[in-house]
T-cell receptor, first 114, second 111 residues
């Protein structure tokens, strides 16, 4: 079975650029999450979709971060414009309703903003 | 302020020893807890979940939950070097699988 696929694995951007990260969840999963991970803040929830509907839009992350779920098997996270403090690993995870919160994470997209 | 607090931030135990990790939620709506493990350079993977008061054991791993204090703990007996990883606690409210994670405990098991 294919797990969660994230692309690109690494991205280097200049301050002010727009970047788009992509995620393909596990086939058949209903829930999709975007998290940001840094050593200082840990794992922070950015967005949460249930059956393609946006359930959580990340509060403090709303301004420059926009996640979309174009269909049940593809999601994007756009950061516009990027800032150096956005440097982090962005993790996508999916889960199946009824599996009690067992998230399957992708390998992550490591973003460096110069 | 983090809604899920973990302690200690880092922990070193000798091989064969017992590792004890703690996690508390400040959100009174929380009902469910999970423990995830993340090896260096890898993505987190679920280790155990606990939803009811009491204790749950799986092999060398035991989790405890006290719902009144919103505190859970993970205990690893006979720790192995392969257990060295970042251990993340997650919590969610009733009716939601929106997991909020703590900052983690970095466990190092010394051979």
């Amino acid at each position: 079975d294919a797990g969660v696929t994230q692309t690109p694995r690494h991205e280097v951007a200049e301050k002010g650029q727009t970047i788009i990260l992509k995620c393909e969840p596990v086939s058949g999963h209903n829930d999709l999450f975007w998290y940001r991970q840094t050593k200082i803040q840990g794992l922070e929830l950015l967005s949460y979709f249930r059956s393609k509907s946006l359930m959580e839009d990340g509060g403090a992350f709303k301004d420059r971060f926009k996640a979309e779920m174009l269909n049940s098997s593809f999601s994007t996270l756009k950061i516009q414009p990027t800032e150096p403090k956005d440097s982090a690993v962005y993790l996508c995870a999916s889960s199946l309703w009824g599996e009690a919160g067992q998230l399957y994470f992708g390998e992550g997209s490591k973003l460096t903003v110069l | 302020q983090q809604k899920v607090q973990q302690s200690p931030e880092s922990l070193i135990v000798p091989e064969g020893g017992m590792a004890s990790l703690n996690c508390t939620s400040s959100d009174r709506n929380v009902d469910y807890f999970w423990w995830y493990r993340q090896h260096s350079g890898k993505s987190p993977k679920m280790l155990m979940s606990i939803f009811s008061n009491g204790e749950k054991e799986e092999g060398r791993f035991t989790v405890h939950l006290n719902k009144a204090s919103l505190h859970t703990s993970l205990h690893i007996r006979d720790s192995q070097p392969s257990d060295s990883a970042l251990y993340l606690c997650a919590a969610a409210s009733s009716g939601s699988w929106q997991l909020i994670f703590g900052s983690g405990t970095q466990l190092t098991v010394m051979p």
